[in-house]
C-alpha cells in the first residue's frame, strides 16, 4: 500500500507541473494551448542535448533546458499566437501546427530511439522498507517546489497580482494601465517552463521520443477538465485524482488500463460537473 | 530494285529496334525492392547490408550480366504505410524482388498485395509464424512469400525454452519463471509456446503478462513479477521501449536475473545509451563476430568498416536475401519469378549467420549448421559475452550487479 502511496504521488506531481502550467495560459489569456505537450518534449530533449552531446554539467543542463523552452514558449505567444488571438480556432490551429512541427523535428533530428537523459539521483531509497527510485522521489520534491514557488509568485509579487488582474478582465486591466499583452507573453513563458522542466525531471525515468508529448498533451488535458479549465487548485487536486486512480490501477487491476483512467475522468465530469471540479460557470 | 530496298530498310530498322530492346532489357539492373521502416535501426542496418551486398555482386560484374540496383520505401510499423510501400514498389518501380520487412502485423496486411503483383518476398525482419503460413493453405498465390531471417516465434521460443532449461535452471538454479511481453502478433504465437515448453521441463510460470507497446511506466509490472516468487524473468520486447523497461528493471533493482528477445538491445550500443543499465541482461541474437560460418567475420568486419557500427539482425538477413536471390537467379538463368521459385525452393545456401534452407511454408529452418539464436549478455564496462548455446559461447552467464546468490 506504502508503494501505490509513494508512486501514486509521483505520478501526480508530474501530471500537476503539465497541468498547472496548462490551465495558467488558459486562465490569463484564454489561449487552450495545443503544444504545450511539445514543451515538455522539448525540456527533455534540450536536457539529453545539454547533457549528452555537448558533455555539460547535469543541473547546467537542466536550468539551460528549461530557460530555453521558457524562452521557446515566450516566442511562439509574440510571433504566432498573438495576432491570431481573436479567433480561438486559429489560436488551436496554429498551436497544433506547433505541437506537430516540434514532434517532426525532433523525429529528423534525432531520430524514432528513446533518448537517455540522465538521473540527477542515480540510487534507489528506502522509504519505509520501499526501495523507491530516488529520480522519482526528487521529481515529486521538485514539483512541490515549483508549483509552491508558483503559487508564492502569484499572490504574493506585484507581477503576480498583474497576472490576477489580467486573468480577471484583460481590458479592465489595460485601462489601468497593466500592459495585457506583455503579461501574456510573460505567462506563457512560466508555463513553458513548468512543462519543460517537467520533461527534465521526468525524463530519466520515463520514455523521451518525439511522440512524448502526445500522452503528455491528452493527460494535461484531461486534469485540466476534471480540475476545471483556469483554475490551477482545481488542476493540483485533479492531478492527484486521477494520479492515484492510475497507479492504484496499474498496481491492482491492469497497467494497460491507466490510459483509460483519464478518458474515464473526463467522461464522468463532463457529465455530472461540465465545469470541473473547482471551475467557474460562465453563462453565456 | 526500288521494290527491294523498303524491303530490306524495314528489316534492318525492325532488326536494329529489337537489338536496342534487347540491348535496353540486357543493360537494365535487376530491381530490389525494399520495404523497411526506414527510421529505426532495423530499417537502416536492411538498407545498409543490402547496399554492401549488391555492391560486392556488381563489382563481380553482376548477375546474368545485369547490374542489381535497389529502391527503398517505407513502411514504418503502420500496416497502411506497408501497404502503400508494397504497392509503390511493385506497382510503380516494377522491382523484380522485395526484401524486407519488421513489424509482423505489418507483413500480413502486406500479404495479399506482394501475392497480387506476383513478386517474390524475402522477409528479414518480422517472426510470426502466420507469415509463411499462408504458402501452406494457398501455395499458388502465396508461393511468393519467404523467410530469410529471423527464424520464427515458434522457434525461437523452442530454443528460449533449451537455454531457459540448461542455464537458468541448470546453471543459475531458478525454476521458477515470470515472462513480460509486449502484446504484439508474433508474441501472442510465442508465449503459449514458450510456457508449454517451460512447463515440460520442470519450470514453473509464476506470472505472465503481455503489455501495450507504447507503455512507458514498467514500476507496476516489476512489482507484480516480484510478488509472485518468480526468480528469473522473460521478456519478448521488439517495438516496446526497451530503454525505459530496462532503465526502470534497474532503478527497481529487481531481484532476479533477466534475459529473453530484446530488438532494441540487440543495437551494439544500446547499454551505453542507457548508461550501463542494461548490464546482466541476456538478450538473443542472431549473428555476433564469431566464426558461425566462413562468411560470419568478413560480413561483420567490413559492415563495421563501412558503416561505423555493428549490425543488428536484419543486416545478416538483408545481406543473406540479396546473394540469395542472385544465386538464384543465375541459377534459373532468369528472373522469371516462378522459375527463381524453384530455386529458391531447393536452396541450401550458407549465409552469414549459418545455413539457409527453407522448409515446404517457406520458412527458414534451425538445426545444427542452420541458423539459431545465440544468446548473448552484457556484462562489466558493457561489454558482450556469447553465453549460449556452448559450442559458440564466449563467456559465463553472470548474475546482474544487484542480484545475489
Redesign the interface.
Same mark, same amino acid.
Given at each position: 500500500m506504502l &508503494?501505490v502511496l509513494i508512486?501514486g504521488a509521483v &505520478?501526480s506531481a508530474v501530471l500537476a507541473m503539465l497541468a498547472v502550467g496548462f490551465t495558467l495560459i488558459f486562465g490569463v489569456a484564454r489561449i487552450l494551448n495545443l503544444s504545450h505537450g511539445a514543451f515538455y518534449a522539448l525540456g527533455a530533449y534540450c536536457a539529453y542535448s545539454f547533457t549528452t552531446l555537448l558533455k555539460l554539467p547535469l543541473i547546467v543542463s537542466a536550468v539551460l533546458a528549461v530557460a530555453l523552452v521558457a524562452v521557446f514558449g515566450m516566442a511562439m505567444e509574440r510571433v504566432l499566437v498573438r495576432p491570431l488571438r481573436q479567433s480561438s480556432l486559429a489560436v488551436l490551429m496554429i498551436t497544433l501546427t506547433v505541437a506537430l512541427t516540434v514532434e517532426q523535428v525532433l523525429?529528423v533530428v534525432f531520430? =524514432?530511439?528513446?533518448?537517455?537523459v540522465?538521473?540527477f539521483v542515480?540510487f534507489?531509497i528506502n522509504v519505509h522498507g520501499v526501495?523507491v527510485?530516488g529520480?522519482r522521489l526528487l521529481a515529486l520534491a521538485i514539483a512541490v517546489v515549483l508549483i509552491g514557488a508558483l503559487w508564492l509568485f502569484i499572490q504574493r509579487t506585484r507581477l503576480g497580482s498583474a497576472i490576477l488582474a489580467v486573468s480577471q478582465d484583460p481590458e479592465a486591466a489595460q485601462y489601468m494601465g497593466i500592459p495585457a499583452n506583455r503579461i501574456f507573453t510573460i505567462v506563457m513563458g512560466l508555463s513553458a517552463a513548468l512543462a519543460g522542466a517537467a520533461g527534465v525531471i521526468a525524463g530519466?525515468?520515463? =520514455?523521451v521520443?518525439p511522440t512524448m508529448d502526445q &500522452?503528455a498533451m491528452i493527460t494535461a488535458f484531461s486534469v485540466v477538465i476534471v480540475g476545471g479549465l483556469g483554475s490551477i487548485p482545481g488542476s493540483i487536486l485533479a492531478a492527484c485524482i486521477i494520479g492515484y486512480s492510475q497507479?492504484f490501477v496499474?498496481?491492482y487491476l491492469n497497467?494497460?488500463w &491507466?490510459?483509460t483512467v483519464s478518458l474515464v475522468a473526463i467522461l464522468l465530469t463532463l457529465v455530472l460537473r461540465p465545469s470541473g471540479l473547482m471551475g467557474r460557470v460562465v453563462n453565456a | 530494285m526500288r521494290r527491294i530496298f523498303p524491303l530490306v530498310a524495314s528489316a534492318v530498322f525492325a532488326g536494329g529496334v529489337a537489338m536496342s530492346v534487347q540491348a535496353s532489357a540486357a543493360g537494365k539492373p535487376i530491381l530490389i525492392g525494399l520495404d523497411t521502416p526506414i527510421q529505426h535501426q532495423v530499417g537502416k542496418d536492411t538498407i545498409a547490408a543490402t547496399k554492401m551486398a549488391i555492391d560486392e555482386i556488381n563489382a563481380k560484374g553482376g548477375v546474368l550480366g545485369r547490374k542489381l540496383a535497389y529502391v527503398v520505401a517505407d513502411e514504418g510499423v503502420d500496416p497502411q504505410l506497408g501497404v502503400s510501400a508494397i504497392n509503390k514498389l511493385t506497382s510503380d518501380d516494377h522491382v523484380d524482388v522485395l526484401i524486407g520487412g519488421y513489424s509482423s502485423g505489418v507483413q500480413l496486411a502486406e500479404e495479399p498485395h506482394i501475392a497480387r503483383s506476383k513478386t517474390i518476398w524475402l522477409g528479414v525482419g518480422a517472426a510470426s509464424p502466420n507469415i509463411t503460413a499462408l504458402v501452406g493453405k494457398h501455395y499458388d498465390k502465396y508461393k511468393y512469400i519467404f523467410r530469410v531471417n529471423p527464424l520464427n516465434s515458434a522457434l525461437q521460443a523452442s530454443q528460449i525454452v533449451d537455454f531457459a532449461t540448461h542455464v537458468v535452471k541448470g546453471k543459475l538454479h531458478r525454476d521458477k519463471v515470470a515472462i513480460l511481453g509486449e502484446s504484439a502478433v508474433w508474441v501472442r504465437g510465442l508465449v503459449p509456446v514458450l510456457v508449454k515448453g517451460l512447463e515440460a521441463n520442470g519450470m514453473k510460470v509464476t506470472y505472465q503478462q503481455l503489455f501495450d507497446e507504447s507503455m512507458t511506466d514498467f514500476t507496476p509490472l516489476f512489482a507484480r513479477v516480484k510478488d509472485s516468487g518468480a526468480k528469473y524473468l522473460l521478456v519478448i520486447l521488439s517495438h516496446a521501449n526497451s530503454d525505459v523497461f530496462v532503465k526502470q528493471l534497474y532503478e527497481a533493482r529487481l531481484p532476479m536475473p533477466y534475459g529473453g528477445i530484446d530488438v532494441k538491445s540487440m543495437t551494439p550500443n544500446f547499454c551505453s545509451r542507457v548508461s550501463g543499465a542494461a548490464v546482466g541482461e541476456t538478450t538473443v541474437n542472431f549473428i555476433t563476430r564469431a566464426p558461425i560460418t566462413h562468411k560470419t567475420i568478413p560480413f561483420w568486419d567490413k559492415f563495421v568498416k563501412v558503416n561505423g557500427r555493428a549490425p543488428v539482425y536484419t543486416a545478416p538477413g538483408a545481406y543473406n536475401a540479396v546473394y540469395l536471390y542472385a544465386w538464384a537467379v543465375k541459377k534459373a538463368a532468369t528472373t522469371n519469378a516462378d522459375k527463381v521459385i524453384k530455386q529458391l525452393e531447393k536452396a541450401d545456401y550458407v549465409g552469414v549467420g549459418g545455413k539457409i534452407k527453407f522448409n515446404k511454408l517457406h520458412d527458414d529452418i534451425d538445426g545444427p549448421g542452420y541458423q539459431n539464436l545465440l544468446f548473448v549478455q552484457w556484462q562489466k564496462d558493457c561489454t558482450r559475452q556469447v553465453v549460449w548455446p556452448k559450442s559458440v559461447a564466449t563467456g559465463k552467464v553472470v548474475l546482474p550487479p544487484w542480484v545475489s546468490n
Open positions: &508503494t508512486y &505520478t523525429f531520430g =524514432s530511439q528513446s533518448k537517455n540522465p538521473a542515480n534507489p526501495s527510485d529520480q530519466p525515468f520515463l =520514455s521520443r &500522452t497507479t496499474a498496481f497497467p494497460e &491507466t490510459g | -
